[in-house]
């Protein structure tokens, strides 16, 4: 099994120093440009001509395993084939297969059969999600009340929201 394909952990180590130093410095230029900096990131070798510039994606998972580790936590790293089974989708969701099965026989999400296997792309995958945590985020914005709100206008709100979602999982709407 090679390196790209294994999944590995790493810990907080002795080299605490340097992973302050890396955060510190992706933190800083973050926040003089308010986000990813326009100038380019390159991993440099032993001599002024031996470097390459840093693809966003990796510069983004630098800037997110230097934080954790900074922070004192561990960081895994699991390659993930852009095509999943079932039970792999199920994972990443948090949910069961047979969940992610009738999601896919309503079509909430996209897949294609391999002889007799359901197969999904990841991208699919992580655009079902977003839609599925802005949702659950709509729902909790719903149910908020404010504090100058009466309480029977707020009930019959709620009561009105908890339909809306009872709707929605009873497959009427995916709004």
């Not at 926040?31 to 510039?53: A, C, H, I, Q």
């Not at 709707?167 to 995916?174: I, P, Q, V």
Request: hydrophobic share 40%.
């Amino acid at each position: 099994m090679s390196a790209a394909t294994k999944q590995e952990t790493y810990l907080p180590g002795e080299d605490e120093a340097q992973v302050v130093q890396v955060h510190d410095f992706l933190k800083a230029h973050e926040d003089m440009g308010r986000g990813r900096p326009e100038s380019r990131y390159f991993l440099s070798g032993g001599t002024p001509n031996d470097r390459v510039e840093l693809p966003a994606e990796l510069y983004r998972v630098l800037r997110q395993v230097a934080e954790a580790l900074q922070a004192g936590l561990a960081v895994s790293i699991a390659p993930v084939t852009k095509t999943l089974t079932t039970q792999q989708a199920a994972d990443l969701l948090g949910v069961s297969r047979p969940t992610v099965i009738r999601l896919l026989d309503e079509k909430e999400i996209p897949f294609e059969k391999v002889g007799n296997r359901r197969r999904i792309l990841l991208r699919d995958l992580l655009d079902y999600r977003k839609k599925r945590r802005a949702a659950q985020y709509a729902a909790l914005e719903a149910t908020a009340v404010d504090d100058d709100e009466d309480i029977d206008s707020a009930l019959n709100r709620l009561r009105i929201a908890r339909r809306g979602v009872a709707k929605r999982r009873r497959g009427n709407s995916m709004e």
